[in-house]
């Protein structure tokens, strides 16, 4: 078992920024991919992020290229998502998950994930 718990949610302007912080415990961290996800009201839930067990691999879904960043620090069991240039539109709950590390092309795919924080609200004032 793998429990993850997001923080860095809030209220913002538009063009402001936040870094979403998402802590785990349980089994080996490290072993995993991490992804940040989010998802709208009346929307489905969407990739926005994810980072392979070492971050050398990174994905970036289309609306988070050029302005969020994710990283992980293995040694403190963390992913971050750092966000900038923040629009109305990136207004979501934001939740971060891990699963399997082991094929690229799945980084995006929420099937992919086995274990899924409870989510922190981003929201963004025009």
């Known amino acids: 078992q793998v429990q993850l718990v997001e923080s860095g949610g809030g209220l913002v302007q538009a063009g402001g920024s936040l870094r979403l912080s998402c802590a785990a415990s349980?089994?080996?961290?490290?072993?995993?991919?991490m992804g940040w996800f989010r998802q709208a009201p009346g929307k489905e839930r969407e990739s926005v992020a994810a980072?392979?067990?070492?971050?050398?691999?990174?994905y970036y879904a289309d609306s988070a290229k050029g302005r969020f960043t994710i990283s992980r620090d293995n040694a403190k069991n963390t992913v971050y998502l750092r966000m900038n240039s923040l629009e109305p539109e990136d207004t979501a709950v934001y939740y971060c998950?891990?699963?399997?590390?082991?094929?690229?092309?799945?980084?995006?795919?929420?099937?992919?994930?086995?274990?899924w924080g409870q989510g922190t609200q981003v929201t963004v004032s025009s």
């Open positions: 998950a891990a699963g399997d590390s082991g094929r690229y092309c799945l980084y995006s795919n929420i099937g992919n994930y086995e274990y």
């Open positions: 980072i392979s067990w070492r971050g050398g691999r990174i």
């Open positions: 349980g089994r080996t961290f490290s072993s995993y991919a």
